[in-house]
C-alpha cells in the first residue's frame, strides 16, 4: 500500500457552533463549510478548510454517539483523529488487517462521500486513524 495525502484531521467539540467561532475569529479560517448531520454515524460534521487539508468538527449527535465517551475524557474537546487517503479501500483494509491492525468494522461511506474506515488506536500508536478512499476528481 502507499499512503496517500493527509486529508483532514478530526477534532471532537461539545459545540460545533462555538468551534466554528474559534477557527473564524482566533485561527482566521476562511473557508468554513455548512455542519450536517450524520445520523447513522451519531455525528454532526464540520469542515473548515485550510490550504493543505480540512480540519472536520465532530459533535455529537444522539445519545448513542460514539463522541460521548470521547468528550467525557475530553470536556473542551480536543485531537480525534488523523486521515489519510489511499486509492483502494478494499486493498487498504486487507493490508492493515494482514499486520493484525484491528479495523472497526466495515467500510461505510464517510462525510466526503467515499468509503472509509476506522483503525483501532491501541494498534496505531495511539492514534485513532481513518483510511479514506481518495474522491474523485478532487485535486486538493
Ligand atoms: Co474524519
Redesign the pocket.
Known sequence: MKLGRL????VATPSIEASIAFWRDVMGAQDIRAPFDMPAQGVR?CFVDTPNGQI?L?EPLGEASPIHSFLAKNPAGGQ????FEVPDIRAAKAWFEGQGKRVLGEPRI???GTL?F?LHPADMGGVLT?I?ETPEGEGH
Open positions: 486529508n483532514h484531521v478530526g460534521v472536520e465532530i480525534h483523529h488523523l486521515c464517510g462525510a466526503h472509509i476506522f481513518e479514506m
